[in-house]
């Protein structure tokens, strides 16, 4: 079965109301967790997703002791969140929240996972241009940093 495409109205309202969501349990639960799947979008310092989380995601930690930062925006939450002793800074994408649910496990909420985004983040909008394969233009592409 075809999964259902959404408009962009609908991913809109879907990202507002996981970012409600996160701050009702911000708000609620004080220390819960996320559970976020891998997103081209998705931003997690230097760490990145390792081992298994590539493909399953990974379940974060958030309440005051375990982030020092917190913003959330339209298509997206910053975070810095500590891994191990070494401290990261988060872009996660709504789109790839996947379930948000607190320590006891008394609140559980599975949303919907958005993998292409149709609207990306404002920190990667690119665009994108057609080069014809047969051209003799040089063609650089100063949008990739190293």
Sequence with gaps: MDEEVLTLEEIKILRKFKASLFDLYWEQFGFFYIHVLPHTELQMGGRGLVGKEKDSGVVLAFGPTACRELSS??????????????????????????????????????????????????????????????????????????
Aim: charge should be neutral; charged fraction near 35%.
């Design 73 to 146: 925006e339209e298509n997206y939450l910053y975070a810095e969140l500590q891994f191990g002793m070494k401290w990261e800074k988060l872009y996660i994408p709504w789109d790839s929240v996947f379930r948000i649910f607190d320590k006891a496990q008394n609140s559980l909420v599975q949303l919907r996972f958005i993998k292409d985004s149709p609207v990306t983040t404002e920190k990667s909008d690119k665009k994108e241009t057609k080069i014809d394969p047969d051209s003799n233009v040089i063609q650089i592409d100063f949008s990739k940093k190293k």
